[in-house]
């Protein structure tokens, strides 16, 4: 028996294990794993996003959080690897938890994901928004930015809808021009920064403004670049049925994907910054990246690296709608979803779960038309924060009775020490994303999710579960 058929079997065997049958089409590899994750952190969709805000809050010292974010995010990414292994399904936090710790915890953490993947959609479509915009020449309005968003959303609805194959296909050359791009970008940057003189004390700009007051808030402000940017890693677990070897290629795709996301966002930001001509005008601007961009390598040159961009950011969101209709999926197929006989349906010629892809087309619309990008973003980041810190929490509180599984990533003795600074670590993130009066409208949206969250459960969803699913927490 070759080791193809080897592994066929034993995911198929994982399936059954759980009681639920192969629907999706299992076609997945180690790279197309991992290009599923990378494309979902997206360094160029976060910074492009954020790099404004932090520039026009604090200034370029603030960029670097960035790889303070990313060292908490690693922390997280190994513990979901491990966590992966003992639940290789689809569903990652949400089926994790509903079968390793209680259906109570999993359904919780399942809503909240399911807020954060509504709000992000459109987030990620309002970020891709204005570098098209500054690409064909138009201005940059509040309905401009929504109208280019929606075509971006309909364009990756329609693509998630053709087949998984396709989505992959495009996905895969996405994340190859992605890190070409940032990379070259990041050294032609550099060069130019060097011609032009640029002394080091570029990265460490404070904003004149802010001359003899206190830097706290602003610092803390300043970790939404991070927050925003270094998450979605745990994609490439919502794409576990449809990987080969899950057990051994979903803890590598995501932990890879973060550590190098977090190298390559670091580097580049060091460079964008050093690049920087005119401090005042890039804080005013509305497209401050395009600006810097096109001031050093002028508008042709700067239009094909836009470009690049372009294709990055939109893949960024098609990931995510494919992610989110896994998670959707997930939660349908055990009954713990609204019309969970509707959204748990796969089409039988493509295997999309198309109802849901439908669902997060409309949801997105919605938020496209009613919400600020800046509200977004910040409610955006602080869920994942949240879900990702239950998650650990309740992981935390049965590990020791989960056996390692055989040949496949554990922590061993460093998992506890790891487990307890990931937990202290994302208290810290939810808290500077959730209490500064600058992010009050996103933490009354947040909080408005997890309360509905709560109060459906209670009322609703509560009476179709059980508080605890023994099938793996006794093994």
Request: hydrophobic share 55%; with cysteine; net charge positive.
């Amino acid at each position: 028996m070759s080791n193809h058929t080897m592994e066929t079997t034993q995911d198929q065997e994982v399936l059954k294990k759980f009681k639920y049958k192969q629907e999706l089409n299992r076609s997945l590899k180690l790279f197309s794993a991992f290009a599923f994750a990378f494309s979902a952190i997206s360094l160029t969709t976060g910074i492009f996003m954020n790099f404004g805000f932090v520039m026009s809050t604090i200034g370029s010292v603030g960029i670097w959080t960035f790889p303070l974010v990313g060292i908490g995010s690693i922390l997280v990414a190994i513990i979901f690897g491990e966590i992966s292994t003992h639940v290789p399904i689809t569903g990652h936090c949400y089926m994790w938890i509903t079968k390793l710790h209680s259906k109570r915890m999993g359904w919780i953490i399942g809503w909240t994901n399911f807020c954060y993947l509504i709000i992000i959609l459109p987030s990620i479509n309002t970020a891709l928004a204005p570098v098209i915009l500054s690409l064909i020449g138009l201005p940059v309005t509040a309905h401009s930015v929504a109208l280019v968003a929606e075509i971006a959303l309909t364009l990756q609805l329609l693509l998630n809808i053709l087949s998984i194959k396709t989505s992959s296909a495009i996905n895969c050359a996405a994340v190859v021009t992605e890190s070409l791009g940032v990379l070259l970008l990041t050294v032609v940057l550099g060069i130019c920064a060097f011609r032009n003189g640029a002394p080091l004390s570029n990265t460490m700009e404070v904003l004149p403004a802010l001359a003899g007051k206190s830097l706290f808030l602003p610092v803390l402000m300043s970790f939404l670049l991070g927050f925003y940017t270094l998450v979605g890693f745990e994609s490439a677990a919502n794409m576990s049925e449809e990987t080969h070897n899950a057990v051994k290629n979903v803890p590598r795709a995501m932990i890879s994907s973060i550590s190098l996301s977090t190298i390559f966002g670091a580097l580049f930001l060091f460079a964008l910054t050093m690049a920087v001509k005119n401090f005042d005008k890039v804080a005013a601007s509305a497209s401050p990246i395009p600006l810097v961009i096109e001031s050093n390598l002028g508008p042709v040159i700067g239009k094909l690296f836009l470009i690049i961009i372009c294709i990055s950011i939109f893949a960024c969101g098609l990931v995510f709608m494919t992610s989110a209709s896994r998670t959707v999926y997930a939660m349908s197929r055990d009954n713990a979803f609204f019309a969970s006989g509707l959204f748990k349906k796969v089409s039988p010629k493509t295997a999309t779960p198309i109802p849901a892809c439908l669902l997060f087309w409309v949801i997105g619309t919605i938020f496209l038309n009613t919400t600020t990008p800046t509200i977004l973003a910040v409610a955006s980041a602080a869920l994942p924060s949240l879900y990702y810190l239950l998650t650990i929490i309740c992981y935390a509180q049965v590990r020791k009775n989960l056996p390692p599984v055989p040949g496949a990533f554990h922590m061993k003795k460093w998992g506890k020490p790891i487990i307890a600074v990931a937990i202290l670590w994302l208290a810290f993130g939810f808290s500077i994303l959730s209490f500064p009066k600058d992010f009050r409208s996103a933490t009354i949206v947040n909080v408005a999710f997890v309360g509905v969250g709560l109060l459906l459960y209670y009322v609703y969803f509560g009476k179709k579960v059980n508080a605890v699913d023994p099938e793996i927490i006794k093994s």
